[in-house]
């Protein structure tokens, strides 16, 4: 907990105290970032609302998480981006696709619904552009699978990789620290 710039009550000597990690923290012009980190210096200067001089601290590090359930992925990527950007630290952007098919693979139902997701996730994941203060990693977990060799599976995408790669869960952590130094996980 660090102190922060309002005291507890009239006169008081303490102060009230916040923790530095806050989450649906205001982002400014009617926006909330999903976790903010904020540094403790700034926190030294905040008031009850967590504003210094009246507008939000920029937080140090920035975490916005996006799942399909918007109808417009793109936007809501482009959003999260903004808000990240505003970060002077480091901004993760993670964005969750459910693919709950349950067609075989190859039949008309199934390609259908790999046009679909191609469209409304796919393309705008490679579509991003990113500031350098900002990792993405965009997910595609296959649930709906009921075929031993596919169950387990995930599709893991950021920018720079190449292309979508196919990822046991069971190995996600290890792709996902390879992809936030950089390299293709195999």
Known sequence: MVRTGVRRGPGAKAFYRTPRVHRE????????????????DHLSEADRELKANGEYIEPMFGV??????????????????DKLARCWGRGYLLHFYR????????????RETQAKIGRIFMDPARRVRLPENIKALFF??????????IRGNCRLYYPGAGGWRRINLQKVESAVKEALRGTNPA
């Open 25 to 40: 923290y205001g982002g400014g012009e009617g926006t909330r970032r999903d976790l903010a980190v904020l540094h403790e």
């Open 64 to 81: 916005e998480l996006g799942a399909e359930k918007s109808q417009d992925i793109e936007g809501h990527i482009k959003g999260d981006v």
């Open 99 to 110: 693919d709950v098919t349950k067609a075989d693979k190859g039949t008309k139902s199934w």
């Open 140 to 149: 595609i977990i296959e649930l709906g699978k009921a075929r031993k060799d």
